[in-house]
C-alpha cells in the first residue's frame, strides 16, 4: 500500500474560511492552490485602467482580494509573511483543471447544498482518483454532498470541518459520509494531530456535528436565562470567561466577533433538522435577537452588536452595550458578584467550580441553572452526536476555547451533585448517567498509570482514551512520578533517564522558589538522570521575571540583596548551559524576559508553534538582566563574517531588545535572533510538545552529551560601537521618538552590547559581559522612572512610557 503524503493541497473557496485554512496548510510547508469564482463585472476602477473581464488580473480579483485581507488581519493567520509564497491563486474557470496534480482538494465555498453539489460535479470532471476530496461545511449533512457522484469520490470523500480562526482554534471536526473509507479516516485523523497540530474529533453526521450542537446550545441557553434572570450582559460576560477558564471575549464579546448573523444561521439549522431534540424550545431565537437581526445588529462586522464602541466629541472612545430591554446602547457597566470574589485566591479554574455553584448571590443561582442545563443537554446527546462523552469535552475545548470540558466540569462539581442541580432545575438526565451512578462508578474519567480513561457506555467500564500515546500529560503523571516539590515548581519522572521541571507559580513567573527549583533539577538529573526538559502545560510558558519582587528590593534600597538576587538569576541561566546534561527548554504561548532568558540559555529549545517570544524588559525600565544582553552581544559575536559591516549586524540584536520586540510565532522568533536555525526546533501540536523535548533531551545524552566548554571569545566591538549607540539614542530622543528615561535604558543596554568604552575590538568572557550587564541593570533599578514603569505594569499590566 502506498503511504498517502500531503505534498499539495487545493482550496476551493476563498471566504474568511477558505483564506484562513490555505493560510494554515501554508504554515506548516504545504504548497497551496487558492481558487475562487470569476467576476461577472468590472470594478469602477478597473473601467478607469481599461480593464476587460478576459484579463487575467480581473479574473482572478476575487481570491486575490480575499488573500490580501487574510493575510493583513490581526492576530495573523500566518505563521511568518515569507510563508504565504506557498499559496498560488486562481480561479474556477482557467485553473480547474489543476487540480489533477493535487493531492487533496478541499470544498469551503457558500453554505448552500445546491452549490456545493454544482462545485464538486464541476471538480469531479478533473480530479485524479484516489485523491482525498472534503467539504469544511459546518453543518449541511455529509450524506446529501456526495449523492451522485463517482464510487471512488465517495469512498475518498467526508467533512473536515476547522474552526475560524483556523490557525488558532484546535477543533478538527472528521464526519464520514455513508461510504467515506475507514483508511482515510484514519490518514486524516492522524495528519489533522500530527501535522496540522489540532484536537481531531471524528463525528457523526448529524446537525451541526459536534462542538456546534453544544456550543450554539450553551449559548442559546443562556440567552434565554439572561432574560429570564433580569442580567445585563457585562454580568453575562463576567461570569462566562476566565473565571470558567473560557476566553476572555466570554459569551457576547464572542458572539460579536463570529457574527450574530452566523449564529442564528447555525441555530436555525439545528431548530429546522432536530425535531426530537427535547430542548428544542431552546434554538428559538428570543425576541432582542430577532429584532438585533432585522436591524443588522451582527457585531464587529456591521460596527455594532451587544457591544458597540462611539468615539466622543473629545476624541475618547468608549465601548457602549446593548440594554436588553429597551435595546438602546448605554455606558458599560462594572460587573461584581460576591461569589466570584471568593474564587480569587483559587488558581486551578476546576478547583472553582464547586464554590461557585454553591454560591448564595444571583452568580450562584446562575451557575446553578446553566450547569444543570448543559449537563442535562450533553447526557441526552450520546448516542445521538457521540458514542463517546471525551469527544464532547475535546470538541468544546478544541472549538470554543474552553479549558475544561461539561463532563469534565461534571466531574469537578460531583457526578451527584450534578444529578441534584439537574432535578432542581427539573430538568431531565439520560438514562445512562443514572445506570452509571447504580453501578457506583462515581466520575467520567479516571487516571492509571499515567493515562486517562474515560467511562465507555456500552461496556460500562473505563476504556483508555485512544491517541494519548504520541503525549505526556503532566497533569496525569504529577503525582505518581514526582521527584521534588516547592512551592515555585514541580520535578517530575518523564522516564527513560529524563526530568521535567515544571512551574507552578502564578503566571508562571520566575522567582526565588522557580530558581531554586531550576537549580534543584539540575542537581538531581546531574546525580541520577541523563537530561533535563523545563516544560509546562499551562496557559503560557512564564511571563518572565517577578518583577514585584524587584520592586519592593529597589523601594527598599536593598541594593546587595538585589544585586545577588540578579547574580543568582544569572548563575541559574548559565548552569541551563553549562551542566553535565542536555537542557531542553519547552516554551509556548506568552514566554517573555527571563522565560525568553532560560530558553536562550538551554542547549536546545523545542518551542510550540503558537511561542509569543521575546526580551521586553525595556517596558518595565530595566535591560535584560539574567544573561539575555549578554547573549545577544554574544550571538552577534557568532554571526560576525569576515567582510561583514560588524556594527550593522550588532545593531539589530541591539533593536530586538530595545524596541521590545516580540515574536508572534515560533517562526518569527528565529528572525529576532532568540531561536537559533539549525539548533531549536518548532513543535505545531502543543500536545507533543514534552514528549518531542524528552525525545531531544534523551537523544542527545544518548549520542554522548559533554558540558560545553565555557566561552572566552566572545568579540565585542567597545568605542566603536558605544559611540554609533549613542550617537543614534541622542538623534532619536531629539526628534522625541523616545523619552529621556527611554534613551537612559537604551545608553544602558549599548554600553553592555559594545562591551563597554573599550578603545578596540576585543575578545572577552561571557562572565565579563555578565557583570556589566548586572551592573547596568542595577543602576537602572535605582531611578524613580523605572520604579513607576514596574508599578503602572504590576497595576494595570501594561507598559508606561516615562
Given at each position: ?6 505534498k ?15 493560510c494554515h ?16 463585472e ?62 487533496w482538494?478541499?470544498?469551503?465555498v ?33 450524506k ?30 472528521i464526519?464520514?459520509g ?11 485523523s ?8 489540532k ?39 463576567k ?7 473560557r ?28 425535531k ?9 431565537l ?13 457585531g ?40 466570584l ?23 450562584g ?65 439520560a ?11 462515581e ?57 521535567n ?27 541520577d ?16 521575571a ?19 538576587a ?37 542547549d536546545?529549545?523545542v518551542?510550540?508553534a ?5 526580551l ?15 547573549e ?11 567582510g ?20 508572534t ?13 539549525g539548533?531549536d ?5 502543543k ?26 571569545d566572545?568579540?565585542v ?20 521618538y ?24 576585543t ?21 524613580r ?18
Open positions: 500500500m502506498n503511504k498517502r503524503r500531503i499539495k493541497i487545493a482550496i476551493i473557496g476563498s471566504g474568511i474560511m477558505g483564506s484562513g485554512i490555505a496548510f501554508a504554515n506548516i510547508g504545504v504548497d497551496v492552490l487558492l481558487l475562487d469564482i470569476v467576476p461577472r468590472l470594478t469602477e476602477n478597473e473601467k478607469e485602467k481599461g480593464l476587460s473581464l478576459n484579463d487575467k488580473v480581473v479574473r482572478n480579483r476575487l481570491v486575490n482580494d480575499a488573500l490580501t485581507i487574510a493575510l493583513k488581519q490581526k492576530p495573523s493567520p500566518i505563521y511568518h509573511q515569507k510563508f504565504a509564497n506557498r499559496i498560488t491563486t486562481g480561479n474556477l474557470e482557467d485553473d480547474i483543471s489543476k487540480v489533477a496534480h493535487v493531492d482538494i478541499m470544498e469551503v457558500v453554505e448552500r447544498l445546491d452549490i456545493k453539489k454544482q462545485v464538486f460535479e464541476n471538480l469531479e470532471k478533473y480530479r485524479t482518483p484516489g485523491t482525498l476530496i472534503t467539504s469544511n461545511t459546518s453543518g449541511i449533512p455529509i446529501f454532498m456526495s449523492e451522485g457522484r463517482s464510487e471512488d469520490f465517495q469512498k475518498h470523500f467526508c467533512g473536515t470541518h476547522f474552526f475560524n480562526p483556523a490557525r488558532y482554534l484546535k477543533l478538527f471536526e464526519i464520514p455513508p461510504k467515506t473509507d475507514t483508511s482515510v479516516l484514519e490518514f486524516l492522524d495528519y489533522g494531530e500530527k501535522f496540522l497540530g484536537t481531531v474529533v471524528i463525528a457523526k453526521d448529524t446537525p451541526a456535528f459536534i462542538g456546534n450542537r453544544i456550543g450554539i446550545f450553551s449559548i442559546m441557553s443562556l440567552f434565554h436565562t439572561v432574560k429570564d434572570m433580569g442580567l445585563t450582559i457585562e454580568q453575562v460576560d461570569l462566562t470567561g476566565p473565571v470558567i477558564g476566553p476572555k471575549s466570554a459569551t457576547f464579546r464572542t458572539v460579536d466577533v463570529v457574527g450574530l448573523d452566523t449564529l442564528v444561521h447555525v441555530a436555525n439549522g439545528i431548530a429546522e433538522n432536530c426530537t431534540d427535547e430542548q428544542l424550545e431552546l434554538f428559538k428570543p425576541d432582542f435577537i430577532s429584532t438585533m437581526v432585522v436591524n443588522k445588529w451582527f464587529s462586522k456591521t460596527g455594532q452588536g451587544f457591544y458597540k464602541k462611539q468615539v466622543s466629541p473629545d476624541g475618547k472612545k468608549e465601548i457602549l452595550s446593548l440594554d436588553l430591554d429597551t435595546l438602546e446602547y448605554r455606558s458599560s457597566k462594572k460587573a461584581k458578584f460576591a461569589t470574589e471568593l474564587t480569587k485566591p483559587i488558581d486551578k479554574v476546576i478547583d472553582r467550580f464547586k464554590v461557585l455553584i454553591s454560591g448564595k448571590d444571583k452568580a443561582e446562575f451557575y446553578r441553572k446553566t450547569f444543570a442545563a448543559l449537563f442535562a443537554y450533553v447526557s441526552h446527546r450520546i448516542p445521538e452526536i457521540s458514542d463517546d462523552l471525551y469527544k464532547i469535552d475535546d470538541a468544546m475545548k478544541a472549538g470554543f476555547g474552553w479549558e475544561h470540558g461539561p463532563f469534565q466540569i461534571w466531574d469537578a462539581i460531583g457526578v451527584s451533585k450534578g444529578l441534584e442541580l439537574i432535578e432542581s432545575e427539573e430538568l431531565s438526565v438514562t445512562w448517567v443514572k445506570d452509571m451512578v447504580a453501578s457506583e462508578i466520575s467520567f474519567y479516571t487516571v492509571k498509570q499515567g493515562a486517562t480513561y474515560t467511562y465507555n457506555i456500552p461496556s460500562k467500564t473505563y476504556e483508555k482514551k485512544p491517541g494519548q500515546d504520541a503525549f505526556i500529560i503532566l497533569d496525569n503523571i504529577r503525582k505518581t512520578n514526582e521527584v521534588f516539590k516547592n512551592a515555585g515548581v514541580v520535578i517530575e519522572d518523564l522516564g527513560d533517564g529524563i526530568l521541571c515544571e512551574f507552578q507559580s502564578k503566571m508562571n513567573t520566575i522567582g526565588g522558589d522557580v530558581l531554586a527549583g531550576l537549580n534543584k533539577a539540575i542537581d538531581i538529573a546531574e546525580r538522570f541523563e537530561g533535563l526538559v523545563v516544560g509546562n502545560q499551562g496557559a503560557n510558558f512564564s511571563v518572565g517577578n518583577i514585584g519582587m524587584i520592586f519592593m528590593m529597589a523601594v527598599e534600597q536593598e541594593y546587595d540583596e538585589l544585586n545577588a540578579i547574580k543568582y538569576f544569572q548563575d541559574t541561566m548559565m548552569r541551563m548551559r553549562y551542566s553535565a546534561i542536555p537542557t531542553v527548554s519547552a516554551p509556548h504561548g506568552m514566554s517573555l524576559g527571563g522565560a525568553c532568558e532560560l530558553s536562550m540559555h538551554a536546545k529549545v518551542a510550540a503558537e511561542t509569543y517570544m521575546g521586553v524588559e525595556f517596558g518595565v525600565g530595566v535591560i535584560p538582566g539574567g544573561g539575555g544582553s549578554k545577544m552581544a554574544l550571538r552577534a559575536s557568532d554571526t560576525f563574517r569576515k561583514d559591516v560588524e556594527l550593522n549586524i550588532l545593531q539589530e540584536y541591539f533593536l530586538t531588545i530595545g524596541m521590545a520586540k516580540v515574536a510565532s515560533a517562526y518569527e522568533a528565529f528572525d529576532l535572533g532568540v531561536l537559533q536555525k539548533k526546533l518548532v513543535v505545531v501540536n500536545d507533543r510538545q514534552i514528549a518531542t523535548a524528552k525525545a531531544h533531551a534523551k537523544l542527545m545524552a544518548d549520542a554522548g552529551y559533554t558540558m560545553p566548554v565555557k566561552r572566552k566572545v568579540k566591538l567597545g568605542k566603536q560601537a558605544l559611540g554609533m549607540f549613542l550617537v543614534g539614542t541622542d538623534s532619536m530622543e531629539a526628534a522625541n523616545i523619552s529621556e528615561h527611554d534613551q537612559k535604558i537604551a545608553n544602558k543596554l549599548a554600553y553592555v552590547m559594545a562591551g563597554g568604552d573599550l578603545s578596540e575590538p575578545l572577552v568572557t561571557e562572565q565579563y559581559l555578565l557583570d556589566i550587564e548586572r551592573e547596568a541593570f542595577l543602576s537602572l533599578c535605582t531611578e522612572k523605572t520604579l513607576e514603569r514596574i508599578q503602572y505594569m504590576l497595576k494595570t499590566g501594561k507598559p508606561l512610557r516615562n
